[in-house]
């Protein structure tokens, strides 16, 4: 089966512009989060999504970031506007129940 | 909220040496799972591991969940396992560890 998959792979914007990544989870896959690692940092948890529905979305930094899941199916997240200290990678996650996360590859954000 | 550290935080070795990478956690939990970030930055799932032992290849890990630790072992490493590899934890809103990069030198 096709796992978790992003798009796109990298994107560079300059400060104040918008992007939206995209993140399709495994077919069947309930549960969706997002999670990025900034900096060098530690990996750290956005948001969860059960089907269309915001379960948790205490990880969010700001409003600046918007997570959508229009249908259950794929979902978005969008920053507008970008910052500097948006840069880093960007992961989305699914699962079936409350067990093992598959992770996609990542997007890279660099914000100059 | 749970705290998750690994150890070391820094690891050199030479090609075909061995290592132990820890991950102790803070209180109980049911999921724990490791993982290779690879020098792509893209996030590589090696195991789910909430309790006893599982290999893969030249990788094994041993998770003790009674003790708050879980261990990931490589075997005659290779270049190619260079990256930062992660231990996680946690249903749903998964907290990442402090993660341990490795280097492989030829």
């Known amino acids: 089966e096709a796992g978790v998959t992003q798009f796109p792979s990298h994107s560079v914007i300059e400060k104040g512009q918008t992007v939206t990544l995209r993140c399709d989870p495994i077919?069947?896959?309930?549960?969706l989060y997002w999670y990025r690692r900034v900096m060098g940092k530690e990996i750290k948890f956005l948001l969860h999504?059960?089907?269309?529905?915001?379960?948790?979305e205490s990880g969010m930094p700001n409003n600046r970031f918007l997570a959508e899941r229009t249908g259950g199916t794929y979902s978005t997240l969008k920053v507008q506007p970008a910052e500097l200290e948006d840069s880093g990678v960007y992961f989305c996650?699914?699962?079936?129940?409350?067990?093992?996360?598959?992770f996609g590859p990542g997007t890279r954000l660099t914000v100059t | 909220g749970i705290q998750v550290e690994q150890s070391p935080p820094d690891l050199i070795l030479q090609e075909g040496a061995n290592s132990t990478l820890r991950c102790n956690f803070s209180?109980?939990?049911?999921?724990l799972q490791w993982f290779h970030q690879n020098p792509w930055g893209q996030l590589i799932n090696l195991f789910y591991i909430p309790s006893g032992t599982k290999q893969n290849g030249r990788l094994s890990a041993t998770t003790v969940a009674t003790e708050r630790y879980s261990l990931l072992y490589i075997s005659s490493s290779q270049t190619t396992d260079s990256g930062v590899y992660f231990c996680?934890?946690?249903?749903?809103?998964?907290?990442f560890g402090t993660g341990t990069k490795l280097q492989v030198i030829p």
């Open positions: 077919s069947g896959h309930d549960n």
């Open positions: 996680a934890v946690g249903y749903q809103k998964v907290t």
């Open positions: 999504f059960v089907k269309e529905s915001k379960q948790d």
């Open positions: 996650a699914s699962s079936q129940v409350w067990n093992e996360q598959y």
């Open positions: 209180d109980s939990v049911n999921n």
